[in-house]
């Protein structure tokens, strides 16, 4: 069983940055693909980005691919979520997930754990 804390949720102008933290219990961390999704208001949650337990893959959604870096220290259990350049349409509560293979997924179905979520509101 694996608990999840995301953090680092907030306000922050357009264009303006922020990084979301997201703590893992467990020692078998580093061993765990790790991802992050949004959901705005009424909307679907949608993937984000991932990063394998190695050093070498990650991918981003199209909406922030080369705005958001996805980084993991396995040392701290932590998994973080690294936005720049914001805009007004990443307003959603962001998730941090779990899977338990070593490799990324977007597919929600795929991740065994679940975060709480912590919000971000991108506005002037």
């Known amino acids: 069983q694996v608990q999840l804390v995301e953090s680092g949720g907030g306000l922050v102008q357009p264009g303006g940055s922020l990084r979301l933290s997201c703590a893992a219990s467990g020692r078998t961390f580093s061993s765990y693909a790790m991802g992050w999704f949004r959901q705005g208001p009424g909307k679907e949650r949608e993937f984000v980005a991932a990063?394998?337990?190695?050093?070498?893959?990650?991918y981003y959604a199209d909406s922030v691919k080369g705005r958001f870096t996805i980084s993991r220290d396995n040392a701290k259990n932590t998994v973080y979520l690294q936005m720049n350049s914001l805009k007004p349409e990443d307003t959603a509560v962001y998730y941090c997930?779990?899977?338990?293979?070593?490799?990324?997924?977007?597919?929600?179905?795929?991740?065994?754990?679940w975060g709480q979520g912590t919000p971000v509101t991108v506005s002037s």
């Open positions: 997930a779990a899977r338990r293979l070593n490799t990324i997924s977007l597919l929600r179905g795929f991740y065994d754990y």
């Open positions: 990063i394998s337990s190695g050093y070498t893959t990650t």
